[in-house]
């Protein structure tokens, strides 16, 4: 009796918005946190900014989350069609479509320029989002406590 090899293929998730500097960031860095590296997971923006919004920053470490090494990035048809998934959050028809792979769209509000409360139930939002996300890719993933627990 044989049986089926175990699957070695990691899937690859681009969250994908506008500037790249904040609600794409937020959940790339909460993916890469919860996933454990069974998920890679970037970010991109159709008309990346210079630099992170800073309240998404400063909100994501006073959660323990490293946001150093995040810079916007500019989104490519290339890295849709290398991912497993593409979510969106508010680049709409901006964001170049290749077939075979999943699209989905999260209505998330824009934490750009948003007071510290506001900021928080937007990761809090965006958190719910990226857990569920990760259970359905790879549905044995022992997720950790939630970073807003």
């Known amino acids: 009796m044989t049986t089926a090899p175990a ?43 210079e630099h992170i919004h800073p309240e998404v920053a400063v909100a994501l470490e006073n959660l323990g989350l490293d946001t150093s090494a995040e810079t916007p990035t500019k989104l490519t048809r290339e890295t849709i069609a290398a991912s ?7 680049c709409g028809e901006e964001c170049p479509y290749v077939p075979g792979v999943k699209y989905v769209d999260w ?11 506001t900021v928080r139930g937007i990761i ?3 958190d719910g989002r990226v857990r569920t996300l990760l259970v359905e890719l790879v549905p044995d993933l022992e997720l950790p406590p ?3 627990a």
């Open 107 to 117: 209505p998330v509000a824009d934490p750009g320029g948003q007071d510290e409360e």
């Open 146 to 148: 939630s970073v807003l």
């Open 84 to 90: 497993t998934m593409a979510i969106t959050l508010g």
């Open 7 to 49: 699957t070695t293929e990691v899937p690859q998730v681009v969250f994908a918005c506008i500037r790249n500097g904040g609600r794409s960031v937020i959940s790339r860095v909460l993916a890469e946190h919860y996933a454990g590296g069974r998920v890679v997971a970037l970010s991109a923006g159709t008309q990346p900014g």
């Open 124 to 126: 809090a939002d965006i």
